[in-house]
């Protein structure tokens, strides 16, 4: 179980970084660059890591959802050279000038708030915490989405990337099994509308071809455009590797779709199935792949002891 905390958490790092250098590239470019060996490029990792780094960090903290202090985390390690998208940077201003988590992001997009995928792509930490949770899950992903993304896309999205890996964690049902639970937990009809596309890539026998998963599931960053193609990238490989490769072959947002693959992906898998050689060149320092590591320990920690407690 500690190698699905960590592994979902390093697992989203080396996605976003596989991902990075070829984020807004078409099909044909990105396999311009990768190849046929995929070796990583660069290992730094964007602001989907990032984030995801500081919803980590105030979940350890406070054992639990804080929104006033993920907020705080989110404006210390707030790196502007990590390709933040405008939505989230307007967010993350009006927070640093004290606006409160509840209000900051509602304003944004002309009252609409974001439906972008800056929740989903930062949410594995409350996938991996509150696995066994499902009502806690949900309510989580929603709060801690509308720090930055209020529109009920974008939160929706997060919680149903949320769902995914809390699904991989407990690994209850077979991959394919995993829709039926999916198509109940989401709320939103285009969501539904997206997995019924997914259920049936799988009824057809030949491979569906990539320009119709792009078409169909989407390669963008839109939440609804990209969480459902996460999902299926996992769900139709059988490593680590193939469905991160999968995830950052299609092209368009490729950082934050490969991100949320590595983390359903690991925390299936676990640590131990992640390449060797992605995880060494994934970047260290102070907040690098150590630390990501030590924070899916932590995490593996606080809820073992917060089990143990409801046990008694
Ligand atoms: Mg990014």
């Given at each position: ?68 202090d993920m ?136 491979e569906v ?86 924070l899916g ?16």
């Amino acid at each position: 179980m500690k190698s699905k905390f960590t592994g979902a958490l390093i697992g989203s790092a080396v996605g976003d970084a596989l991902g990075a250098p070829v984020e807004g590239y078409s099909m044909k470019k990105v396999s311009s660059v990768y190849g046929e060996d995929w070796k990583m490029i660069s290992g730094r990792y964007t602001d989907d890591t990032e984030m995801m780094i500081g919803v980590a960090e105030s979940l350890i903290e406070n054992k639990g959802f804080n929104g006033e202090d993920m907020a705080k985390r989110f404006i210390e390690n707030y790196d502007p050279k990590r390709g933040y998208g405008p939505g989230s940077k307007e967010a993350l201003r009006r927070l640093s000038e004290g606006e409160s988590w509840k209000e900051a992001s509602k304003k944004l997009f002309g009252g609409k708030g974001s439906y972008g995928n800056g929740a989903a792509m930062r949410i594995a930490p409350v996938g991996i915490f509150y696995y066994d949770d499902v009502d806690r899950l949900r309510e989580t992903a929603y709060k801690s989405s509308h720090i930055t993304h209020s529109n009920e896309l974008g939160k929706e999205g997060a919680a149903l990337q949320a769902f995914s890996i809390a699904l991989a964690m407990q690994e209850r049902v077979e991959k394919e099994g995993m829709l039926l639970e999916l198509k109940e937990f989401v709320e939103n009809e285009v969501y539904k509308e997206k997995i019924r596309k997914i259920e049936m890539f799988f009824e057809k026998e030949a491979e569906v071809d990539k320009k119709e998963v792009i078409s169909e599931l989407g390669s963008g960053e839109e939440a609804f455009n990209s969480v459902p193609t996460a999902i299926y990238s996992f769900i139709r490989s059988n490593s680590f590797k193939d469905a991160v490769v999968y995830a950052v072959s299609l092209g368009g947002d490729t950082d934050t779709i490969a991100a949320m693959t590595g983390a359903i992906s690991g925390a299936y898998y676990g640590e131990e199935a992640i390449p060797k050689e992605w995880v060494e060149r994934l970047e260290g320092g102070k907040k690098g792949k150590r630390y990501i590591r030590w924070l899916g320990e932590e995490l593996y920690h606080i809820k073992l002891q917060l089990m143990q407690r409801d046990r008694w």
